[in-house]
Structures are given as structure tokens and as C-alpha cells.
């Protein structure tokens, strides 16, 4: 049943593709402009002190997935083994899980402690991604008429923002404590651009792993019986 759950899940991201293609792309021009610190950062709380993280940015695993597919993406299709190419969709499968868990559990600390200076905005922006990049934006600005939030939200989100900021409860973060939340805000958005990354691999790559059934039936219902069937072979049987 868990495994079914989280298959129902890797499924819906890939329906969800196309419509996050566009914010995939723009943050991976935010991630390249983090710099050159390879030590990602997370959020402990009260204390705001910054330690290490202890997920997949941090164990390499999801980086050497995203190296992996990339060698398989500029190869020529016809010339890459399909059960190689089977074990890498299997890869991102496990890897757009545990990357969509870690994703909601940094936004949920992003907001704890962003709370602090601007407590209404989490009701104002529920969608974590643009929450961590409103948040990258504004800092401990208080004047958000000098925020240019274009690109972010649309024009009637940005005006409810920009009114609420004008009269919020919150207060300035130290500075220690607000590069933490900027930290964690890079962190989500890179989880992110690895996942449209992932999610886009194993699109592209379906027809070529099982192409007479991508052919009947598209390649996203493709991925949800090979998935399902647990394997190539065991589909075929």
C-alpha cells in the first residue's frame, strides 16, 4: 500500500510536469547564483544556528542520480541499454520521493521562522516554492513597494503582499538568522529544480524503455504499469 501511495504520488508529479516546467527553469537560474558554498544549510529552530544537512543534499545520492541521467540524456536513444535506462527511471522514482519530503520539511521550517518578521505571508502564499522565493526577495525589507515580485506571483498577489507587509505584526530577523532562512530558501528551490530534472527524464526516456506500450498507451500511463508490474521483465511475463 505505502509503495502504491507513493507510485499514486511520483504519478501525479509527472501530470503536474508541464505546468511546472516554466518555474523548474527559473530556479535553476536562482540556484547558479548562490555561489560556489558547496555546504547547504539547514533550520534548527529557536536558536537559529546553522547546521549541515542531513538529507540528500548532503549525501550525494541525489547528485549523482542527476549526473547519471544526464550521461543517459545525451546519449542517442537507440544506442543505451533499457534496463539501465529502466534503473535510472527507478532511481528518480525513490529520489522525487524522498526529495518532495525534504522539500515540505525545510518550507515548514522556512515559515516557522520567517513567521517572525512577516507572520501573515504563509496564508497569503501556500505554495512553498514561491513562498521560499518571496521570501529570498523581500529579506527584512519593510518598504515592499522597492520589492519587485513580477515573475513570482501575479499582479493582485503582489498587491495583497505588498498592503499586508505595510501594517504586519512581525519585526526584523538578526542577520544570522535571516541568511539561515535564505539558506533553507535555496535549499527548496534546488530540491526542486533536481525533481523537474527527474520528472523530466523519466518522461522523455519512456518511450525508449517500453516504446509499443508508450505508444498505446502514452508514456506517463506507460511509467504507472511498468511501475506498478514492479519491473520490465516481470511486465512482459
Request: aromatic share 2%; with cysteine; glycine share 6%.
Amino acid at each position: 500500500q505505502t509503495r502504491m501511495a507513493s507510485l499514486d504520488q511520483f504519478l501525479q508529479d509527472l501530470d503536474d510536469l508541464d505546468d511546472e516546467l516554466a518555474d523548474g527553469a527559473e530556479e535553476e537560474v536562482q540556484n547558479e547564483e548562490v555561489g560556489e558554498d558547496e555546504e547547504d544549510i539547514d533550520m534548527v529552530g529557536e536558536d537559529m544556528q546553522p547546521k549541515s544537512t542531513s538529507g540528500l543534499l548532503a549525501s550525494g545520492r541525489l547528485d549523482e542520480v542527476i549526473e547519471h541521467i544526464e550521461d543517459l540524456m545525451v546519449q542517442n536513444g537507440g544506442q543505451t541499454d533499457s534496463e539501465a535506462e529502466y534503473s535510472a527511471i527507478v532511481s528518480c522514482n525513490e529520489m522525487v520521493i524522498d526529495a518532495d519530503t525534504e522539500v515540505q520539511t525545510i518550507a515548514k521550517s522556512i515559515k516557522d521562522d520567517y513567521a517572525k518578521r512577516f507572520p501573515e505571508l504563509e496564508s497569503l502564499i501556500p505554495n512553498p516554492l514561491d513562498y521560499a522565493r518571496v521570501v529570498l526577495k523581500l529579506g527584512n525589507e519593510t518598504d515592499l513597494t522597492q520589492v519587485d515580485l513580477t515573475g513570482i506571483l501575479p499582479s493582485a498577489s503582489i498587491m495583497v503582499v505588498t498592503v499586508t507587509a505595510s501594517t504586519t505584526a512581525g519585526t526584523a530577523l538578526p542577520e544570522a538568522a535571516l541568511q539561515n532562512v535564505q539558506d533553507a530558501c535555496e535549499q527548496v528551490l534546488k530540491l526542486s529544480s533536481h525533481k523537474q530534472k527527474m520528472l523530466a527524464f523519466v518522461e522523455s526516456r519512456m518511450a525508449t524503455v517500453a516504446p509499443n506500450l508508450s505508444a498505446i498507451v502514452g508514456t506517463q500511463v506507460a511509467a504507472k504499469l511498468i511501475g506498478a508490474a514492479g519491473g520490465l521483465d516481470k511486465l512482459a511475463a
